[in-house]
């Protein structure tokens, strides 16, 4: 191992990291500790000390071969990659802070959103190696996303671009969290399955389950939201003509209950000419995706 990257990815429960060999992208350590968000040790958000003491632990062990390190964590990171520049109602004190300041290291941290460094780790190791025109889409809680444009991680002028959660897919739906109408964050996210099953339902897994099992009121909401998934995807593949679409998050846990379905839809939906249609498939590094994400960001960044 002549060259070793830190990944860092700080999420609302846990902060995970990582040394990796960057030549062969094998993760060779690993860490993980409670975040601990809105605790404060000193003043200081807890989760900074975290970070500090990690990436201490994790550069000893890889003393004089470490090359760089990277950073995730919810919210839009400043331009500079140094910070995250906005992040409202979680991670109170993230904003702002200079890791490479608060760290002390030789190395600069580059920072970059969670949703696009687990699209970027999906491109150097996972299920999207080494393509250039990638659209990844977390399906959780709510909708996260990211995209890769000709080689290229999509950011827009002030870091928004790849919040593919908050596209709309009725015009006279109700705001979402963004204030965009009827999203399709709202149309197949957990934070919203009470309200779409009627009370039926507490979690999408649930829902998921009695779907499984035949449940035939379960059927209709899991497919109509499928079907909002669809739309989406469909309306994405017009406008940025992906390789690959890359599908992660608790929800993609379901599977074939997932993956069956939808394709079955996109069958119908997606504008194939000539025949040609966009490979859905499921995302690989799971947990550790921001990681993984950070450090090579880290990598395209020095």
Known sequence: MDKIGIGVDIGGTEI????FDLIS???VQQRMVPTEDGKLIDESPA????????????STEAGDKLSNIGLSAPGLAQKNGRAIGYMPGRLEGIEGLDWTSLIDSDHVVHVINDAQASLMGEVWQ???KCLGDVIMMTLGTGVGGA??????????????????GHMSISYDGPPDICSTPGSIEDAIGNATILERSEGRFETTH???EAYASGD??????????????????????????PERIVIGGGIAKAGRYLFDPLEELMRSREWRPDGH??????????FWAGTYGAVYNAMLSV
């Open 16 to 19: 995970k990291a990582a040394l």
């Open 25 to 27: 992208g094998k993760m």
């Open 47 to 58: 989760f900074v000390r975290s970070v500090k003491e990690i990436v201490s632990d994790l």
């Open 126 to 128: 996972g299920a999207a």
């Open 147 to 164: 995209v890769m444009s000709d080689g290229k991680l999509l950011k827009g002028v002030i870091g928004r671009a790849g919040h593919l």
């Open 206 to 208: 649930g829902l998921i």
């Open 216 to 241: 035939k009121y379960a059927e209709e909401v899991w497919i109509k939201s499928l079907r909002a998934l669809a739309a989406t995807l469909v309306s994405l593949i017009n406008i940025l003509d």
């Open 277 to 286: 249609s966009v490979k859905i498939v499921p995302a690989k590094l799971g």
